[in-house]
């Protein structure tokens, strides 16, 4: 017969070994049933075990989540009472770097990145309504007509003004597509189509490129509208973004040849292994460097990037490219040219910010200083590197 009041009883069928047989067919011997029991019970015992083991790990969980909103808590006061009330003047010293290095609060994270990023634009919040009231002009004079005349000329023709507020549409409905909130209908569709549009007015000679929606909605999510845009634009006027979104090759080339640089000199044996294969910075960097991670990592670790980039500028990003690959080295030296480009195009999902920060950490690029522009004529002639970039590269 069954046994009752079990302090553990398992979800499975396994107990049906312990039933008597139906009366049609022969009854256990003593041996068989003495068996069955040891069985069961050793079931039992496995199942308890695999119980506790559980719920431990659920403890450890909730243990550290309840940790980590403690520091955050106590990390938010600190930034509240003391740092954002004098940041020129605790903004280098250690400690603030210190804290900053652990990730900021997201109740403070926009306050600090606008004061990381600054605005030597000096883009105003009513600039922005004119660029976007001049927006709105174009897509509607665009929907009524497509003639030169009804669109103010500024050295861009009306064909790639149209095509850049259609990949705008376009881009505005795959940008984080899992979180619902940019797509037609969403809370921030709106907020999201305004500011690049904005921007497109703003910079005509850049206008739009894909990977532009993704950091716009990074942004949204951690500021208002206008404070968005006006970040935004200091963003992309950096060396590093505007020569990515420009499309400047001889630039690009140069981030490319000092990555390789430090490559070699912090991961040679993968680097190596990439040199085997051909394999080059621009194959994956480019897709990195144009969302600044928030398209190749999950969201909340993306923001712990911003949080470093926003204070050590464009060197973290290359830090954060090495690290990566440094993460990744054992499984990225088993793998072929297509497996590597494929990984590093879709980084994996449960990519945790503690083993990715240990692994930057790690990275030395004490070298070399930034910014590149800075780098000695000849450099890329030193520096063995692709002549040209692949077009198709450059889209996402």
């Known amino acids: 017969t069954r046994r009752k009041n079990f302090e553990f009883e398992p979800l499975s069928t396994t107990a049906l070994i312990l039933e008597d047989r139906p009366s049609n067919l022969p009854a256990k011997s003593v041996e068989e049933a003495l068996r069955h029991r040891q069985e069961y019970d050793e079931m039992v015992a496995e199942a308890k075990k695999r119980e506790i083991k559980e719920a431990h790990k659920r403890k450890q969980i909730m243990k550290e989540r309840f940790k980590q909103e403690e520091n955050i808590a106590s990390a938010m006061v600190i930034w509240v009472n003391e740092i954002l009330p004098n940041w020129e003047g605790m903004r280098g010293t250690r400690r603030v770097r210190e804290l900053w290095w652990q990730g900021l609060p997201p109740s403070v994270r926009g306050k600090v990145w606008s004061l990381a990023v600054g605005n030597e634009l000096n883009i105003t919040p009513e600039l922005y309504e004119i660029f976007l009231s001049r927006a709105k002009e174009r897509w509607k004079s665009f929907s009524e007509t ?33 979180l619902y909130i940019f797509q037609k209908g969403g809370p921030y569709h709106d ?13 005509p ?6 990977g532009m929606s993704f950091i716009a909605a990074v942004l949204i999510l951690n500021l208002e509208e206008a404070d968005a845009f006006i970040a935004f634009a200091n963003l992309l006027n950096k060396p590093c973004q505007l020569a990515f979104f420009r499309v400047d090759h001889s630039m690009m080339l140069k981030y490319f040849a000092t990555f390789e640089v430090f490559f070699e000199e912090n991961l040679s044996k993968l680097f ?16 990195w460097i144009f969302t600044l991670y928030s398209k ?44 590597i480009a494929q990984f590093l195009t879709k980084l994996p999902e449960d990519i945790t910010s503690e083993k990715l920060f240990s692994c930057i950490a790690a990275i030395q690029m004490q070298n070399k200083s930034f910014p590149f522009s800075s780098l000695p004529p000849g450099f890329l002639d030193f520096f063995q590197v692709p002549t040209k970039i692949s077009p198709s590269l450059v889209s996402l």
């Open 146 to 178: 497509s003639t030169e005349n009804d669109v103010e000329d500024v050295g861009v023709s009306v064909a790639d003004r149209e095509a850049s507020l259609e990949l705008i549409k376009l881009d505005i409905s795959r940008t984080f597509p899992s």
């Open 191 to 203: 907020v999201l189509h305004s500011i690049l549009g904005a921007y497109t007015c703003y910079r």
């Open 205 to 210: 000679d850049v206008g739009y490129v894909q």
């Open 272 to 287: 190596l292994h990439f040199k085997s294969y051909s394999l080059t910075p621009d194959i994956y960097l480019i897709d």
């Open 296 to 339: 190749s990592l999950p969201l909340d670790l993306a923001c712990r990037v911003w949080d470093v980039f926003c204070r050590d500028g464009e060197e973290f990003l290359f830090r954060t490219g090495l690290g990566i690959l440094r993460l990744y080295e054992d499984i990225l030296l088993q793998m072929d040219f297509i497996h």
